[in-house]
């Protein structure tokens, strides 16, 4: 205490003779109250950088001590942002939406909850492996170097992250678990190895799932236009969780509802069933089973005929064309020129009644519509409806009804079905889908015709490898779960061209089956990297774990996150496939939750605007663009330029490097800039004039006015009516606004613009207070204080330098806050219980202002008219009016808080009032 006493003598006044020497070098050498005890009146480039420079150290050793520990007497609360790929360096996307998770996660923090608020690295993929080919480095060299640097850039901008859970998916102790789920997955039977027709990227050289490639048929990330290639390959049967996966889709209230139907729509409706049919062939494949989705099960028995597309898979397979005439295979490759259907001469086995169906090759729009690519193959039920019996009769195909009735749902009867006959048609569905699921060897009940199962092999080395065995007498066997990890083997060199590079790794490619101990070759393709993401968020919950991926109650004592942060483009990837390994993974009891995300936050781009040459597309950089005229010319050429926002791309010459705008405005005014002006979940057009607009000087100034003023002498407590008039208002706006940021932070979207918004509100607020208000007023400090503790979730750095030069003043009114602590270790402000009440002032429905007035007199209407006539506001607007009449709503809501409103409505033929935005 006795240091805290020099600094209080060191702050108060002018400097003394004595200490004028020091007082002038302290102007050219800038240095900070924190380090001196001497406050320093001006908030300028060099204050902030020493106030970062001292600071951010500080907030390193405050998140090292955040390290989760379970307290029983603590909620907690799991907030995520998705985990970054390491490509290099971060960008602006990546500073918003590390800024927002960062901010939640100080609020709920200073609301007296446990959080936990950890990161990783996303670090298998392509783009690593390419990116090391071009550098002649190894993959892991390249990618455990940018996580070095991406590491370092984080913690420059001080996010509070747990970095004790840190996990990196590159690194065997993390793979080694993704491999122990896809083991669990394949010894459930939902891990099966098929030949397919593929999207197969000519340039990256892999394979794509359907959710990777756009809507012009390109792939996600070299762009290339996607190819049809046919490859055995793994899949993990989602298709089997598709209906519940819809149907929880509603146990998400706090979702965005765009991407809750996005989900939906992508998936289907998962009302019909998938059908295995034995093809009458004799290759002894077992592939040559053909699954055939029906969106009438009940309806099965009555099934006659097969038909499929001309692009089904099976017709690009060499073994299955062989077995058909040559007349056949001469009739499908004309199938593009005219529309005919074309009889194949081969049988399925219904697996019901064993009656052979003969199969079809169509390209009828009556069959297949061509919004209905989707769909390959179609089951003939002439019951079903009127083109399927139309086929059934042109062809001469017998078949048999299986309906008797009026076309109703309730009312129609299946028939010549067996044990399902007598039963009404919307049971039969059931007992149909229900008997389905209970055999599995039938198929797949409660399917959609939209979604395939999810395609998860890729030709590439950078990649956690499929834990599979092969072997000619036990075929495909998973690793026992003592050898995991299978570790991926450092390659001399990788083209990325071609087949699987593990092909080159012939000492670890040769093993011995773990099932019969004869010669045996590994699995040479590699994982999907959204496989590794859809776990990540279990792995967190207990990171160093040796035995296990978590223990259960470990899981469960912090599942769901309870907010989830990342972008929109991962809706249909990343998103859904996570739900469906959690679903999974609580099926195998290792989690109680279904659903592994409470609520999700989705984020906006961060747009640059762009330059395009519209004759050859070409994007041009800043310097290269004329701006002297009305519109942008290309300066070599005088062409008008197709100017537009767009995502930040190198190649588009429109991104900004976060570094360089630290460098320049400090850490604490990019933070704001990436919140201030658009709600999260909008785009953000990013635009350097926010960063030159920074609000964090005023809230300087505020500050330093409150120190200067409080060690003054001769401080008093003059209770005049302009200092009650002055104290209620403030008590007022400074309930409104903790009331708002409050109801911000918990909202459903998160609106940290409106926060930010409502802060620079209560400051604009505070710097309207007089001298003595300031010098005295209880309720001036505990504002001032407020507004700093809610400003410091997104300027940590500055604002732990005004909290030491507020608790360092001499004369403390308000006894709410600990200043020994810092202010990243207070409490929320919490707004105080006060016997006045805001009352909104209207004039012909326009605000032009409010007033507080006394709680008591909230139900005399009479009383609060004739404050309002001898306000300020009513002698400007309401003198010399005719009044028609008065409205008054005891019971309005304003900024989040409780108000009463009054709209004087004035006669039509006055002037027309001038409206005010309120404070």
Known sequence: MAQLGVRRHLISGLPSRTQSHGYIWRKLVRCIYSKTGIWEDEYNASTR???????KEKIHKYNESLAYKPQDNKEKYYVLSMFPYPSGKLHMGHVRVYTISDAVAHFHRMNGKQVLHPIGWDAFGLPAENAAIERGLHADEWTYSNIDYMRKQLKDLSM??????????????????????????????????????????????????????????????????????????????????????????EDLPDWPSGVKGMQAAWIGDCDGCTVNFKLQINLGDSSFILPIHTPTPELIYGAAYIVLAPYHTLLSKTEFMQCLSEEVRNRIQKLDKTTQDIDLGICAVHPLTNQLLPIYVSNSPSIFNEDETHIECRLGIPSANKELAEFALHHGIDFVPVLVGEEDLDSDVLINSKQFSGLARNKGRVAVLDYVKDNNSLGEAWTSPRQHDWLVSRQRYWGTPLPIIHCEKCKAVPVPESDLPVILPKLKSVSGKGISPLLQATDWLNVKCPQCGGDAKRETDTMDTFVDSAWYFLRYTDPHNETEPFVKDKADSLMPVDMYVGGQEHALLHLLYARFFNHFIHDQKMVSHKEPFKRLLVQGLVKGQSYKVASTGQYLAPHQVDFSDDEPVAKETGEKLIVQWEKMSKSKHNGVNPEELLAKYGTDAVRIAVLKNVPPRQDMLWDEQDLEGDWIPNVWKLVSRFIKLRNELGNTNKQTQDVERQEDEIKIKCNETINMITESYQSRNTTLNLVINNLIGLANRLAKASDHIIKSSTTYERALCSLVIMVAPFAPHVTSEMWKGIAGVSNHAAADFDLEKDVLEQQWPQAIESDLLPLIIKVNNNNIGKIPVPLQHRQNQDTLQDLVMKSAIGREHLNNVQIRKVIYNPSAKFKGSTAALINFVLETNKQKVKKKSSE
């Not at 950088?49 to 600071?55: I, L």
């Not at 065997?172 to 190895?193: E, H, I, N, S």
């Not at 390109?218 to 996966?245: D, I, M, P, T």
Request: glycine residues 4%; proline residues 2%.
């Open 160 to 249: 509070c992250f747990n970095w004790e859970r840190e996990v990196t998916t590159c690194s065997p102790d993390y793979y080694r678990w993704t491999q122990y789920l896809f083991v669990k997955m394949f010894k459930a039977g939902l891990a099966y190895q098929k030949e397919a027709l593929v999207n197969w990227d000519p340039v990256d050289q892999t394979v794509l799932a359907n959710e990777q490639v756009d809507e012009n048929g390109c792939s996600w990330r070299s762009g290339a236009k996607v190819e049809k290639r046919l490859l055995k390959q793994w899949f993990l049967k989602q298709q089997h969780y598709n209906k519940a996966l819809v149907e929880s889709l």
């Open 49 to 55: 950088q020493e106030v970062e420079a001292y600071w």
